[in-house]
């Protein structure tokens, strides 16, 4: 089983690029504070991507710091960079969203619904490996 749930603050603002299929892909990253014995704090930057209409939401509702609830699935990126050195990476594939209200904005700010349809089996990837525009 591979799901994830995490929530945190958006450490910038969200990123958006449409691959060659015009298929929207927006890249976040968030901060998230983990709590240990002796009252120290730790906080983990972990990258989220999102398709679709998804990502667009969030690319037109979030900004840095806003509060998000990301429920998704680990992703392993792989690749040779220029000199013939593999590389990897791991990131959240979102596939529910919940926004909360942003840092400077104050209030209450309950969570939105969620930017996308969790209900039924995780979606793949709408993409090739050559559309990623990243």
């Known amino acids: 089983m591979n799901i994830v749930i995490l929530s945190g603050n958006l450490v910038r603002d969200p990123e958006i690029k449409y691959a060659k299929s015009g298929v929207a892909v927006c890249t976040f990253t968030v901060a998230q504070e983990e709590f240990r014995k002796g009252g120290k704090s730790y906080v983990h930057y972990i990258e989220c991507v999102a398709f679709g209409k998804q990502a667009e939401a969030i690319s037109n ?20 960079n220029n000199e013939g050195k593999k590389r990897s990476k791991l990131q959240v594939k979102a596939f529910s969203v919940e926004f909360g209200a942003r840092a400077n904005q104050g209030g209450g700010g309950g969570h939105q619904p969620p930017a996308g349809d969790s209900s039924g089996p995780l979606p793949e990837s709408p993409l090739d490996s050559d559309d990623i525009p990243f």
């Open 61 to 80: 509702n979030l900004g840095k710091g806003s509060k998000v609830f990301v429920q998704g699935s680990i992703d392993q990126q792989r690749w040779e």
